[in-house]
């Protein structure tokens, strides 16, 4: 895993738009797996301003919530919409999103799961990471070969997201997510986390034992993983010395 720990969840993301954007610039056709949530939001306006041609590049998100039609304010495909296809010159045809009303969920997650295949696989995997270790909407003791499928969010993760739905009640119950094996498919994964609310997570990823109590602890054993990370969400690793002795060492070629 390379660990990089930043002052800032500015900063942080600042890295992490340059590895986008160094590949999308090297790959014109490139497939990106995209994240929705507060962390991406910043990385996003970023991208939009960093005059990249999108055109050729094909997405898959990570999850929807069921019930939720993609006009609905807070629907994923709302949030795309709003925070970065709006503002790139992407191909609708070549966005992918679950959709929260399809009738039969199983034959969806199939052909979600056929579509990136058929797009040659996902290039970056872009991931947040939720209070319980989830990515995607992988709560803990989700498998670790799991495919797209449907979820039950915990009460941890609908207390999480009560905020963009006026109240707990109101937020929803069921996600249609990739699933972790999906995820660890992807030839990059790119994740980000900030704020002390996610400290714990992070460590429990980073440091812990590979284990489906903590989903995201499953990227230990991806070939290439990048992490940008706020000082925040790296006070409790314990070896956060070390990972920024190396960040800072890096040879030139490495670099950002
Ligand atoms: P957040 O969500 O970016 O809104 O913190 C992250 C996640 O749940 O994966």
């Known amino acids: ?11 942080a993301t600042r890295i992490a738009a340059r590895v986008m954007a160094r590949l999308l610039r090297e790959k014109p ?27 050729r590049v094909a997405t898959f998100n990570l999850d929807e919530y069921v019930g939720l039609s993609p006009q609905h304010p807070e629907s994923y495909h709302n949030f795309m919409r709003e925070n970065l296809f709006q503002h790139v010159n992407i191909l609708q045809k070549n966005v992918h999103i679950p959709d929260g009303m399809a009738a039969d969920i199983p034959a969806l997650c199939e052909r ?26 992988n709560e803990p003791s989700s498998s670790l070969a799991s495919r797209t499928r449907i979820k039950t969010l915990t009460p941890q993760t609908r207390r999480d997201n009560a905020r963009h739905f006026g109240g707990e009640a109101q937020a929803p119950h069921h996600v249609i997510t ?42 230990q054993l991806h070939p290439r993983v990048t992490l ?29």
């Open 178 to 219: 990739m699933g972790i094996g999906t995820i660890m498919e992807a030839r990059h994964c790119l994740l980000l986390a900030f704020g002390g609310k996610k400290a714990r997570a992070v460590a429990g990823a980073v440091e812990g034992p590979v284990t489906a109590m903590n989903p995201a602890s499953v990227l």
């Open 228 to 256: 940008c990370l706020d000082n925040a969400a790296a006070a409790r690793l314990k070896m956060k010395q070390y990972y920024r002795w190396v960040f800072e060492n890096k040879p030139e070629w490495q670099k950002f």
């Open 112 to 137: 979600y799961e056929k579509e990136i295949r058929a797009a040659g696989g996902i290039d970056l995997q872009l991931l947040g990471i939720g209070t319980d270790g989830h990515i995607g909407f």
């Open 1 to 11: 895993m390379e660990i990089i720990i930043q002052p800032t969840a500015e900063a």
């Open 29 to 55: 056709n490139a497939v990106l797996g995209l994240a929705t949530g507060s962390t991406p939001l910043q990385l996003y306006r970023e991208l939009a301003q960093m005059n990249l041609d999108w055109r």
